[in-house]
């Protein structure tokens, strides 16, 4: 099976500009590049943004531009944040499409941070869709509808991305939020190592069966468990089995694209090279 083989932005955000990294990504052999909505830290018009990628894109051979990032925050208590973060995706995603017409968009639509300051971040059932209360529910799937609305009239996928602290933390949730946006063009990006940082973890065999025809995208990283809290480190190796994941994903006939993120500190464009040329050969041994 041909999968496109899509390079997060993270593993070039040690000081990358937007073109090198399209010219480090075509040079290890990915095929797209996951970018942010926007990027952090720095103050920018969107435009500019946009047309920055497309040239770099266009001059160095990307076929695939997927875009993701922790916009729109849809959990905060004040509706002009809001409103003004669902005005900014309906300017985005329009001008985005239109310049690289995706197949799916990552989409993470806020945190659910417990109040009490006494408990930590990485407690995280005290926080995320554990906590959330219904007001988070219903401005969650208001700014979904409308979300989606331009999905549908462009032609693309939307997939909430299982990531701890976020209302959409686990598979349930995620899927929870796509059922009641009431959309067919909202469904799950499944970051399998993210789904099992919640205690009680889930099979790849039960996450996949869960999504029900809603599978849109997939992450793929690895960590090791310690007594202390993760240790993030190489696809290969970790306590996870990325051959197994993708060995059920490829029975599943999930076709979508495969990120893989670097999570991890030091040199990360080494491991953008590794990570590529391990999920290269498992996917050459499964075929």
């Known amino acids: 099976m041909d999968y496109k083989l899509i390079m997060h932005i993270n ?12 010219e480090k990504a075509a040079a290890w052999g990915y095929d797209g590049v996951e970018f942010r909505n926007k990027r952090f830290n720095i103050e920018e018009d969107m435009e500019e943004y946009l047309n920055t990628i497309y040239k770099a894109a266009k001059k160095y051979g990307i076929k695939t531009v997927i875009f993701g990032g922790g916009t729109p925050n ?15 995706c309906e300017n985005f995603y329009p001008r985005a499409f239109e310049m690289f017409g995706f197949e799916v968009s990552n989409l993470l639509i806020g945190t659910v941070m417990n109040p009490s300051a006494e408990i930590e971040y990485a407690d995280f059932t ?24 331009l999905a549908e ?23 929870k939020l796509a059922e009641l946006s009431e959309s ?14 919640l205690p009680g973890s889930i099979t790849i065999e039960d996450a996949i069966d869960k999504t029900r025809g809603r599978l849109f995208y997939i992450h793929l990283k690895n960590v090791i468990t310690t ?50 040329e391990y999920i290269k050969a498992v996917i050459k041994d499964l075929a």
């Open 74 to 88: 849809l959990m905060s208590k004040d509706p002009v944040s809001r409103e003004r973060d669902l005005e900014y």
């Open 153 to 175: 009239k462009f032609g693309f996928k939307l997939g909430l991305e299982t990531h701890p602290n976020f209302i959409h933390d686990t598979v349930e949730s995620a899927m």
């Open 126 to 149: 005290k926080h995320g869709s554990f906590i959330a209360e219904d007001r988070h529910w219903q401005q969650g799937i208001a700014g979904l509808k409308r979300i989606s609305a």
């Open 227 to 276: 007594n202390s809290g993760r240790i993030k480190v190489g696809l290969a190796d970790g306590e996870f089995n990325n051959r197994h994941i993708m060995k059920k994903l490829m029975e599943s006939g999930y076709q979508g694209p495969i990120c893989v993120e670097a999570p991890r500190s030091g040199d990360r464009e080494w491991f953008a090279v590794k990570d590529l």
């Open 184 to 197: 067919s063009n909202i469904g799950v990006n499944l970051d399998y190592i993210n789904a099992n940082a």
């Open 11 to 22: 593993y070039c955000e040690q000081g990358q500009s937007l073109e090198q990294t399209c």
